[in-house]
């Protein structure tokens, strides 16, 4: 079969891999219906995070069952899946506690962006639906293994309770879907920040109340103002740099919560500085598989879109350019079609 596969920093390419196969009996494999580039990729695209060697890339994906272990009972073959960027039985005391991204069997996905995917503790990771949903929904499902489960899992985090005020820091495709999940939450007011005026129109369609240019000491101050003063009740930080987890920190008022889900990178946190702040601070990779069900029911009931963040669709075998066109930020998020 093909696949992406990276080479170096800038160099993606479309290439024949390993076919996907059942290895364990708790394994299936999947033909991919759609899957897309994250914005993480584009940290070992862009070199921050280092290739020693190349290997296939991707970790968002929907398809079709074609085959699975002999203890998978759930999916079956032939059903349409939605699944989470980390695997997880979903039978371990973590799993149970709701954190499935931290399963004790946990498997990251790193090779979904291919024909066909293998997909470990299929059943615990899989989520199928009861019918094959309409190609125009497939997007925003796609949505849900990871950008929206993670804006979701910030708003959760950042404690976004009904009458609230939250504030997104990141105009990216999670950045995006975490404004859909403080709206979905109650948020009275969605603070979205953002530099860019088509990523602040799908904010504002998505249901932010108000946008922030600015940044930095600058942007704080402009969020200090909207709230008298105070800061926002739940900050999503969904970048990972030092000068958003530093924003998002600034921007809470205390007592105030902060959700961060941006992989962060080189980002450190002063203990004293946080310990006086009376902030709250949890984050970590999204246990999307905790989500899957409710989110995969307000995707096919058209309550919510999250396949708008969509805004570049390449067939796969063009992947190379859609890791260029969000490099270059031309894209939020790039659609690969099979």
């Not at 879907?177 to 990523?199: D, L, T, W």
């Amino acid at each position: 079969m093909r696949g992406a596969v990276i080479h170096a920093p800038g160099d993606v390419r479309f290439e024949t891999v390993d076919d996907a196969k059942v290895i364990h009996p708790t394994d299936a494999v999947i033909r991919t219906a759609l899957t897309c580039v994250c914005g993480s990729d584009l940290w070992p695209y862009r070199g921050a995070e280092p290739t020693e060697r190349a290997h296939p890339m991707g970790h968002e994906y929907i398809g079709f069952v074609e085959e699975v272990g002999s203890e998978v009972t759930y999916p079956r073959p032939g059903q349409f899946v939605v699944g989470s960027f980390a695997t997880s039985d979903n039978t371990c005391a973590n799993c149970r506690n709701g954190f499935q991204s931290n399963c004790l069997n946990r498997e990251f996905m790193s090779t979904c962006q291919a024909e066909y995917v293998r997909i470990p503790n299929a059943q615990g990771t899989l989520v199928a639906t009861d019918e094959v949903p309409d190609e125009s929904l497939w997007p925003s499902l796609l949505a849900v293994s990871d950008v929206l489960g993670t804006g979701w899992w910030a708003a959760d985090a950042a404690a976004v309770e009904p009458g609230s005020t939250a504030v997104v820091v990141g105009d990216g495709a999670v950045g995006l879907c975490g404004v859909i999940a403080a709206k979905e939450m109650g948020a009275e007011r969605v603070i979205a920040m953002s530099r860019h005026e088509s990523r602040q129109r799908l904010a504002r369609e998505f249901g932010a109340t108000d946008i922030v240019t600015e940044r930095g000491e600058e942007g704080i101050a402009r969020i200090k103002d909207l709230t008298g003063g105070i800061g926002a009740d739940s900050v999503l930080e969904c970048v990972g740099t030092p000068q958003a987890m530093s924003q998002a920190l600034h921007s809470a008022r205390p007592g105030g919560n902060v959700g961060f889900v941006g992989v962060p990178h080189e980002v450190a946190i002063d203990g004293q500085e946080l310990f006086f702040s009376h902030v709250g601070l949890r984050g970590g990779p999204a246990p999307v598989r905790r989500y899957l069900p409710d989110l995969i029911d307000r995707v096919l009931a058209g309550r919510i879109d999250p396949g708008r963040v969509f805004d570049l669709t390449l067939p796969l075998e063009r992947v190379a350019e859609g890791y260029q066109a969000m490099d270059e930020r031309r894209a939020i998020k790039t659609l690969l079609t099979p």
